[in-house]
């Protein structure tokens, strides 16, 4: 798959209507962003379609806001003679976010990181490199088993469906902040086992079941999710359409013993449900019909 160095300035209108930090947001938040951008005859190169576009962010200096902001692919190519470039983007990050310039002129140098505007064709060669420097930068994803966008080939990915709600960066924050990092069905804090390794690896998990949600559904993060660890949660979605609730999750850790504390090795945070916690839950078996 070709890689082309997509350089432009974002704090342009052209093509962020509304602004880029819009469109950053709505990448984040489980949307899908596309843009358009013109390209100069001189600033042409062969764009096949399914093209890895890499998008840097040009300032009027090197001491500006300049780096890598951006990854995505061209789903369609750019025609002999075409004077437009679509994009979908994977990945967009916000201003004062960006892979720095400097730190690409430093460890890829010879590359076309401070040239001028318009496309620029990237090695085969070089992007293995480019990989590795952009994969250290973005750190892990909020699902860490899943490689973060431009870290690997294309090739070597395939689209899921994801729970929208499941993946909303925002929606998960505010879940953990309110219910902890502790899993509610086991009990397993990742961070208190594993240390730094374990942050953030713990995932959120939507109560309302799949058939019930409608295309207007508007979900409240504290009623409506609830952590669990990876395990729990996948054991969960064995049941369809409606999950296993994390009580019914418990339910099965004790039938095979190895409740709370019980198994061996197993760290487990005790919590005291607070009242707010239990009118939450409440809220959510309301909101279900359950009550």
Known sequence: ?????????????????????????????????????GVAARNRVPVPAGTEVWLLQRGSDLRGPRGLVGHGTAPGPLASGGTTLEVDFDLLLPLGEQLPIALLLQRMPGLPWAGRAGLSALPDAAVPALRRIWSEF??????????????????????????????DAEARRVCLAFHGDACAACGLDPASR????????????????????????????????????????AVAHTRVPDPLTPAEVRGLLAASGEDAGTGPGTAVVGRVVSARQLQAQEDADRLRGFR
């Open 1 to 37: 798959m070709p890689s082309v160095l997509l350089a432009s300035n974002v704090e342009l209108p052209e093509p962020w209507p509304g602004g880029f930090a819009p469109a950053v947001a709505a990448l984040a938040g489980g949307g899908k962003v596309q843009r358009r951008f």
């Open 138 to 167: 973005i750190g892990p994803q909020p699902d860490p088993v899943v490689p973060g966008p431009g870290s690997v080939g294309g090739q070597w990915l395939r689209q899921q469906h994801v729970n929208r709600f499941e993946q």
């Open 194 to 233: 594993y240390g730094a390794a374990g942050a953030g690896v713990i995932q959120v998990h939507l109560l309302v079941p799949g058939p019930d949600l409608a295309e207007d559904y508007r979900l409240d993060p504290v009623s409506d999710l609830v952590p669990l660890c990876p395990t729990c949660h």
